[in-house]
């Protein structure tokens, strides 16, 4: 029913409603407008400025494709499962007790080019004490396995930022979490 109230309405208006509904409360009438129209033909949820708002972008984009699937971009989510074998005890103690979003981020980092997105735009925050952006990088972090000797997470982002790990099969890392004061 909701599509079905949606396609009564033309894109760009439909638009402006769902973001109204999703962001209104971070959002000004002109800025839901602007973002309404840009949605048509770009990826807002990789590119727009305020990484907070990625997630949220994602999915008003998500349900503005299945409502118009030839007037909005497919939205593209990665999930990525990495599997960490830690080398050494202060490894296993980072697994089990300090794994947050800024560790992750950094050890998604090891496994990719530094000419990715995510090296680029981020190298002075990956190589700093504290990597708050971290938190928008990574839209969901579910670790399903964790031992001693072992863990498995998988992680839900843009495809802006975990594309380049496609292709990795194994490597080693040296990430690490935020400093905590």
């Not at 894109?11 to 971070?26: F, K, N, Q, S, T």
């Not at 907070?52 to 909005?72: A, I, K, Q, W, Y």
């Not at 989510?77 to 080398?87: D, G, S, Y």
């Amino acid at each position: 029913m909701c599509l079905l109230s949606l396609q009564d309405l033309p894109p760009e208006e439909a638009a402006e409603v769902i973001l109204r509904l999703h962001l209104g409360d971070r959002l000004s009438g002109g800025q839901i407008q602007n973002i309404a129209r840009e949605m048509l033909d770009e990826k807002l949820w990789e590119e727009y400025a305020d990484l907070s708002l990625h997630e949220r972008l994602f999915h008003v984009g998500s349900l503005l494709h299945e409502t118009f699937p030839r007037d909005f971009p497919r939205p593209d989510a990665i999930c990525v499962t990495l599997n960490i074998k830690p080398m050494n005890e202060i490894s296993r103690d980072i697994l089990l007790h300090h794994a947050n979003e800024s560790f992750y981020v950094r050890l998604v980092a090891d496994g990719i080019d530094a000419t990715s997105a995510l090296s680029r735009v981020f190298d002075k925050q990956l190589a700093a004490r504290s990597f708050p952006e971290a938190e928008q990088i990574i839209w969901i972090s579910t670790v399903s396995e964790q031992t001693c000797e072992s863990g498995t997470v998988e992680l839900i982002g843009s495809g802006a930022w975990f594309a380049a790990l496609r292709s990795t099969k194994s490597y080693k890392s040296h990430a690490y979490p935020d400093e905590t004061v």
